[in-house]
């Protein structure tokens, strides 16, 4: 495989962003040590947006012939009061749901989760090297740059928020270089502190990632967030900008159940939520349906999705592109009941094996249903 078809593979859906494309190629190039990484809180079930939008790129980065990475952040989610802000809690969650669960979310994805290596945060976080870069990194960033920073955790500039919040961003910019990560990614939410990571790359004293002599600066993939299923706080959205700022407040949400789907709902939870979904007539630009049908149903194109109605509302149709399903429904020759009914039923077989997984295994899931699931 060469270069041009790596990159290609980091570019795929649900890629939105990759600072930089030249970087990478770069990377690429000079045969440097090409190690990804993704962290997550762990703040209860995994739904699509988590699952199956990093579990396709860690499918596309081992396609690509990069080391994939997990980390486990136990002790950024105790900071963010994730799980009541019981760290024994968050640990014992991390091991025993979210890895099996990302492991069977990267499985159905096309990837293979033998070859991601799965990292808890407290296993390095320990080391006082660690805590040298940490504060290698802050003496590199201002305070004001910091408190920017801190809506990567979904808290707001100006909210109450305590002390430990603060070390949040340089903990995870402390991430990628501690463990010598090229490629770090995350969803286009986290994109500010992966930005503070490229600028500080060439300013750090401690642990740079270094390839024959030269310090490099990682490369930051950005996936697509999913939008949840709910109706936004206002319809219909006038201006161009206002529909930017709703649009990104809009993502699917483990706190709102009816906003997202798990990877282990039953088929009549996954069928029910569909029905339920926010999903206008004609309305392209603002359609959670739809955005489910461009990044997870038509992620490689061409691709064949049929859509089955009676025969008197013009009986089945079957797309090979998003663009073909997107005009028919902007013209209105596609009903939304229709495309609810035929995305259900594409996440009801392609989630079939991870249903299955949790019939036998059904302890991860036990855990869960004794947790105090937070935001």
């Known amino acids: 495989m060469d270069i041009e078809e790596r990159i290609n593979l980091v570019l795929k859906k649900p890629t939105e962003e990759v600072l930089t494309v030249e970087n990478l190629r770069y990377l690429f190039e000079v045969g440097a040590p090409l190690q990804h990484y993704i ?41 963010n009061d994730k799980l009541g802000g019981d760290l024994e809690t968050i640990q014992e969650v991390a091991l025993k749901y979210f890895k099996v669960g990302m492991e069977r979310s990267i ?3 096309g990837g293979n989760p033998k070859k991601v290596e799965f990292v ?4 390095i976080l320990e080391n006082g090297d660690y805590w040298q870069t940490v504060i290698d990194i802050s003496k590199n960033v201002t305070l004001s740059r ?3 920073s801190i809506t990567i955790m979904g808290r707001q500039m100006g909210e109450a928020i ?74 219909p959205i006038e201006s161009e900008e206002e529909f930017k700022e709703i649009k990104a407040q809009m993502k699917m ?17 996954i069928k029910q939520k569909l029905r339920k979904a926010f999903c206008p007539a004609r309305e392209v630009r603002y359609n959670p349906v739809l955005d489910w049908a461009e990044y997870i149903i038509f992620r490689e194109e061409p691709t064949e999705f049929t859509i089955h109605r009676p025969a008197k509302f013009g009986g089945d149709i079957t797309y090979t592109t ?8 902007a013209e209105g020759k ?41 935001r």
């Open 334 to 374: 596609l009903h939304p009941l229709d495309l609810k009914n035929a995305v259900a039923e594409y996440l009801i077989d392609l989630l079939e094996p991870v249903r299955k997984y949790f019939e036998k295994h059904p302890e991860p899931l036990e855990l869960m249903q004794q947790v105090k699931i937070t």
């Open 107 to 109: 499985e159905v994805m």
């Open 322 to 329: 998003f663009e073909e399903l997107k005009r028919d429904f």
């Open 162 to 235: 305590d002390f430990a919040k603060l070390i949040y961003p340089m903990m995870q910019v402390a991430d990628i270089f501690y463990q010598g990560v090229t490629i770090a990614h995350a969803g286009m939410d986290q994109r500010k502190a992966h930005v503070i990571a490229i600028e500080v790359a060439q300013k750090l004293r401690y642990h740079p990632i270094i390839h024959n002599g030269e310090k490099l600066k990682p490369v930051a993939v950005h996936h697509h967030l999913l939008l949840g299923l709910q109706e936004p706080p206002k319809w």
């Open 253 to 269: 949400s483990k706190s709102k159940p009816y906003s997202a789907v798990f990877i282990h709902d039953s088929p009549e939870e």
């Open 120 to 123: 808890l945060a407290s296993e």
């Open 146 to 148: 910091v408190m920017r």
């Open 39 to 79: 962290g997550f809180e762990i703040s209860g079930y995994i739904h699509l947006g988590t699952g199956l939008m990093a579990g396709a790129k860690i499918a596309d980065f081992q396609k690509a012939g990069i080391k994939t990475r997990i980390f486990l952040a136990d002790w950024h989610s105790w900071i």
